[in-house]
């Protein structure tokens, strides 16, 4: 079963934190129903174009070049080191480490590019 403490999300801060200062972004980080690592990109010299919400998924199908970049290594620092998934959807078995959201803004403030 996902689960993600507070005590998780504050030892995976630092490293997202230093990949959004790398990229001049703005974010914050949040934990959702105890099973999912959220991080809301605010502001960034970025453009991702109409996006709301990432699939992780398909990063590299959907971004190009340093959006694409940023979100992979985004991604990478969300999932940490003790990261593991174990799913297999073939028999309806869920199980893994925790889930990992990423929004571009968010419903009641959208995303801010910076000039």
Not at 46 to 64: A, K, L, M, R
């Amino acid at each position: 079963m996902a689960y993600v403490s507070q005590a998780d999300k504050k030892s995976l801060a630092p490293a997202i934190k230093a990949v959004l200062n790398k990229y001049g972004m703005k974010g914050s980080i949040s934990v959702r129903h105890h099973s999912s690592l959220v991080v809301t990109i605010k502001s960034g010299s970025i453009d991702f174009g109409d996006s709301h919400q990432v699939n992780e998924y398909w990063i590299d199908e959907h971004y190009t070049g340093v959006a694409r970049d940023f979100l992979n290594e985004l991604l990478a620092a969300m999932k940490g080191p003790k990261y593991f998934c174990e799913d297999d959807s073939m028999t309806d078995y869920f199980h893994r480490s925790h889930y990992t959201d990423i929004n571009i803004g968010r419903w009641d403030k959208p995303y801010m590019l910076a000039a």
